[in-house]
């Protein structure tokens, strides 16, 4: 059987990470099921690869097991946004923020980021198996056997002292990650929290918004109210869909009710204009109707908000204009759902940090590690996510560099 000392299983933003920092001993191999390296990654940030974040530093993490936040928020503390921007100017890539503190390269181009970093893989002479899928892991003597599947169906076994599992969640399968990889790690004896869809489109009770389909509320203001009462309020474009909404704000606020929005204990109301109070908005529906008693009600809110968002808040309101101004200001969304794992940027839950050591070794099975979105981390939206790619892949390889 053939011998190697790392396996790195994922090809991905993570796996890619470690990959260039591993000293380089000629014995590392990379696994990717996919027939590219870094597909996903070249996809982020709508293809212009929202790298990081300003406000890194800031708790930007959920996880499901109560202590895994804190923890990964020291991780990402220790490789920090600026490492990740330091680690890049040394790969010739140029990084820049937007006026909301996402750091993108600046090419706007997330392929960009994804070049670096296969150009650096290649440097460093890792050896990439693509189009290879691992289907077991399992534990023998001083380290693990793997059983890898290539495109042309064969199956191979091959020993390796040392394994990372880089292989991602369940979300956005069609970039690999359908969520098998789990199995790999359960088998070994570790848990997966339950999964939940994170940054993903949500779906509404579309009663009073099927006219709306289409429309973009720019810069409105979205109130998640979790059970027990706490608001969390999110400002960013909202688009109306067929099946509830879309948009910025949406997806920032899907990261903090992934969980709830099963049990259906939460609740979100929309705020057309966030810049104008309630008392403005009535004042001018009734300067309005005073001014042009013949205009239908269903017309009143012209020119204070999109037309069909008027005549939609209107007829909700069965024409009361102070119950109009209200909803303006407040329009309940019902929720229903999510658009679910696939279309989901992030994967809400997966293997507990606490099963894990500091390095993010795993507790069962001494010279396994994992790294990237396999484990129960999320982040919230704005380049988090790669950021813990990032931090997670670091220190599993200084880790293993100093074992060396
Ligand atoms: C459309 C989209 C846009 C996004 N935009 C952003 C953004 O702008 N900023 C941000 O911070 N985050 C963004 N994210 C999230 C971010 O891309 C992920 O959190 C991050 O890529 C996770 O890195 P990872 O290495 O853990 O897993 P991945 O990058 O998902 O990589 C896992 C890899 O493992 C491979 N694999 C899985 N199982 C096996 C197996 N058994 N054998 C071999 N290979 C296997 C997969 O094919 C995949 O290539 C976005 C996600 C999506 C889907």
Known sequence: MERITTAIIGGGASGLFLATALSADGKTRLFERGERLGRKLSATGNGQGNITNLAVTSARYFSIEA??????????????????????????????ADERGRVYPASKQASAITDALRFCVENRGVDVRLSTLVTALEQAQGGFILTVKSA??????????????????????????????????????????????????????????????????????????????????????????????????????SAFIAEQIPSGKVSATLDFLPNVTEADVLSALRQKQAAFPKLPKS???????????????????????????????????????????????????????????EDLESRFAKGLYFTGEILDVDGQCGGFNLQWAYSSAMLVADALNNER
Request: glycine share 12%; proline share 2%; charged share 25%.
């Open 152 to 253: 042309d169906g064969e199956s191979e076994r091959i020993f390796a002292k040392r394994v990372v599992l880089c292989a991602g969640g369940k979300a956005a399968k069609n970039f690999g990650t359908d969520g098998s990889a789990y199995a790999l790690a359960t088998g070994l004896g570790h848990s997966v929290t339950p999964l939940y869809p994170s940054l993903v489109q949500l779906k509404t009770d579309t009663t009073y918004t099927k006219t709306l389909k289409g429309i973009r509320v720019n810069d409105g203001k979205l109130t998640v109210i979790i059970s027990g009462g706490e608001r969390v309020e999110f400002t960013g474009d909202v688009i109306f869909t067929d099946y509830g909404i879309s948009g910025d704000a949406v997806f920032r606020a």
């Open 67 to 96: 202590s895994g936040a804190k923890r990964a928020s020291e991780i990402v503390r220790r490789y920090d946004g600026e490492a990740l921007r330091t680690y890049f100017a040394a790969l010739g890539v140029v990084l820049s």
């Open 299 to 357: 017309e009143l809110l012209f020119g204070i908000v999109n037309n069909q968002v008027g005549r939609a808040v209107m007829k909700r309101a069965e024409g009361d204009l102070q119950r109009a101004a209200a909803l303006v200001k407040a329009f309940p969304l019902e929720l229903k759902g999510s658009l679910g794992f696939d279309y989901a940027q992030v994967t809400k839950g997966g293997i507990p940090l606490s099963e894990t050591t």
